[in-house]
């Protein structure tokens, strides 16, 4: 068990999502900092590494196929379906939810001041998210998916504009942790999406609304750190060696 405190937290959600559940629980990041190891991880002393891998264990035991293999699905496959299912939500979500947080402001700031921060905190982060999505659908992506075809044809990829292609990665990971520390303020603001006693509906469907954002970002982020991004490099790798 101790070579398996030395894993990084990416790797277990990587391999299994189910696991994610158990990191969630115990308030591991495990999307924009799963390059921790578990060790790393549990050095806050809120839970030792032996108890959390043995709750993993207990994950990984359970009968039933682990959600959705994206270990097994080609590079440029994952950045199309990275695409259409996690950068399409967040601009179908983003309008309705800036709605409902300038109303939840008008009405109910006077009573709960912390409204305004959200609503600040997201339309922060509803900014930088479609900015950093341009440049993955437009750069980055495009990149990785010619890549991975000239890899299927055993050619070498065409030169890219940026270098290498962990030149961008980095970039991107790092704007994922601003996204994720954004959020981890959110969530904490909000007593974890809990709407207060006197909150109307729309203040709990602005809740559950943000609540349900924060998980897609977290399974968007953690395809792209843990699975997409690792595999680019290495492919970049092999293939100009």
Known sequence: MNNLKTKKVGEFVAEDYRTAAVFQRNGIDFCCKGGRTIEEACS????????LLADLNDVLKQSGEPDNDFQLVKLDELANYIVDKHHRYIEATTPALRQFLDKLCKVHGSRHPELFEINELFSRSAGELAAHMKKEELMLFPYI?????????????????????????????????????????????????????????????????????????????????????????????????
Not at 44 to 51: A, C, L, M
């Open 44 to 51: 806050t002393g809120k839970i030792s590494p032996d108890t």
């Open 145 to 241: 998916s010619r890549m991975a075809q000239a890899n299927e044809r055993g050619e070498a990829p065409e030169p890219s504009p940026f270098g290498k292609v962990e030149n961008p990665i980095m970039m991107m990971m790092h704007e994922h942790e601003s996204e994720g520390n954004i959020f981890e303020k959110i969530s904490e603001l909000s007593a974890g999406y809990e709407a207060p006693a006197d909150g109307c509906t729309t203040y709990r469907v602005a809740y559950t609304m943000l609540k349900e954002f924060e998980a897609d970002l977290h399974r968007h982020i953690h395809l792209e750190n843990n699975i997409l991004f690792p595999k680019a490099i290495a492919m970049e790798r092999e293939l100009v060696s």
